[in-house]
């Protein structure tokens, strides 16, 4: 019994597995701005759940949906606002994927991660959304 409880618990989540890269300061901070705004085709509302930090996923329709990231250096928390999207520039998505790049975090959340100046192929992440 515990174990399909455990099943059918687990199956509300997706969890992937891979590298993170991360913003320049500040940056994330213009693009929630301008989703914000209606500037995009997937906008942000003007009233942000509460969250820790924001992330890019690759896929634009995860935008404005809630994950938490685990990291060797603080466990697993969240949540975080998916603000933005691989595929906004051309190409940028195919090179994320190439190098197992799953989610790029906020600076904040790199300078807590004590990762500044890595690249991703150092900074593994797990990160777990709701389906």
């Known amino acids: ?3 399909l409880f455990l099943i059918a618990f687990l199956s509300l989540f997706h969890l992937e597995q ?13 693009v ?6 209606g500037w995009t085709a997937n906008p942000l ?6 969250v820790i930090g924001f992330v890019a996923r690759q896929d634009c329709s995860e935008i404005g949906q809630l994950v938490w990231m685990c990291h060797e ?21 195919k ?8 989610v790029e975090a906020d600076y904040n959340t ?3 991660w004590q990762v500044l100046g890595y690249g991703p192929e150092s900074i593994d992440v797990i990160v777990i959304g709701v389906r």
Do not use: T, W
Request: proline share 8%; hydrophobic share 35%.
């Open 1 to 3: 019994m515990i174990k």
């Open 18 to 30: 891979g590298q993170a890269a991360y913003y320049n300061p500040g940056v994330f901070k213009q």
């Open 32 to 37: 929630v701005a301008i989703r914000q705004a």
């Open 45 to 50: 509302p003007e009233k942000l759940p509460p």
């Open 73 to 93: 250096s603080e466990g697993c928390k969240g949540p975080y606002l998916v603000a933005d999207c691989a595929n906004r520039i051309e190409g940028h998505d």
């Open 95 to 102: 090179v994320m994927k190439r190098q197992g790049i799953i």
């Open 110 to 112: 790199a300078a807590r």
